[in-house]
């Protein structure tokens, strides 16, 4: 079947998740992906290592789809690599600052000289264009200064999400600009600049939290997990494990008052409505932690949903890999990897599409894999590819 974006080339100077999981998700939908690390590798390579290299386990999930060269950028022959790729490719995308970019020559203006419809993908911490350009950051700082840890965990601690949410939406809000990019392409033959930024999706992520703040000057202060706009919201304690429920709107306060069997919920004006209910959510809070108390996980869940209530278990990573909805519906795809005992469960595409779904067709390179491919289809020689990795440029 043919893939959306077959016949598009991508270079991936990303690092870590913002960039590279740009290149994962335009990878996963056919483009040909080509990651470019340091000689040595690059340092996202090693987080959490689980091969028998030292290769790490989000590179795993981070690097599939794609074609692995090593090159060092910053050497005057690096430098012609460079071009000779850039020539060659339809996007570039490189998640670092500005003055890095330019550097590298991998700023805008250096690409487009090489190919006038050429399209870049930045992504940094900031931005451009303000006080903070050239800072360097990653996920945790989106975090804090978007206001999300602000209103995570408690007004004595400040709470960061494990997950790095920032860098992941990032990543695939850059995609869907890249995409976009490359639709405008098809129309005018022209290619553009995409810049994403962490500081600017975590915005995103707060903007109606600070939309009321400036309207009304709520004030809010963090609640652990419980909600301040709705309930019941909240986690809870059962006797062998913990669940989450949540409920936003009138209709799902009834049914949690009917399950309950006590209509005097509906009746007093403290919970006439979401933000009310919000706003006295520790009341019915104590009430269903009391309930929770008394049942197991299994007994409140399936109570919960043939009251139709949307509520869940709180998993812990083994939970997840055993969890029968993920079995059912494929979710991880089993991927052989060198130096691993057993194939990695690797996340398919999060999006599914009916006719052209994305797919991964291969696993992450190992280090400098295909170097030597791809600079002899860029005309060098094996003599020189050889005097190059002498001088460790490849």
Known sequence: MAKVLDGIRVLDFGRYIAGPYCGTLLGDMGAEVIRIEKVDGSEDRFLSPISDKGDGALFMQLARNKLG????????????????????????????????????????DSLKAIKPDIILTTVSAFGRGGPYSNRVGFDGLGQAMSGSMYMSGTPDQPTKAYAPYVDFCTASLSAFGTMTALFERQKTGKGQMVEGSLFSTALTMMNGTAIEQNAIQRNRVATLNRSQTSAPADTFRTKDGWVLVQSVGGPLFKRWADMMGEDHWLEDPRFKDDISRGDNAELISERLALWCSERTSKE????????????????????????????????????EYPGLDKPAPLMRTPIELSETPGEIHSRAPTLGEHTNQIMLELGYSEAEISELKGKRII
């Open 69 to 108: 060269m090593t090159l060092n950028p910053m050497k005057p022959e690096g430098q012609e690599i460079v071009k000779k790729l850039v020539a060659t490719a339809d996007v570039v995308i490189a998640n670092l600052p500005p003055d890095t970019l330019q550097r590298m020559g991998l700023d805008y």
């Open 300 to 335: 409140v869940l399936d109570t919960m949903e043939e009251a139709r209530l949307p509520a869940g278990p709180i998993l812990s990573p083994q939970d997840v890999l055993n969890d029968p909805h993920i079995a059912a519906k494929g979710l991880f795809q089993d991927v």
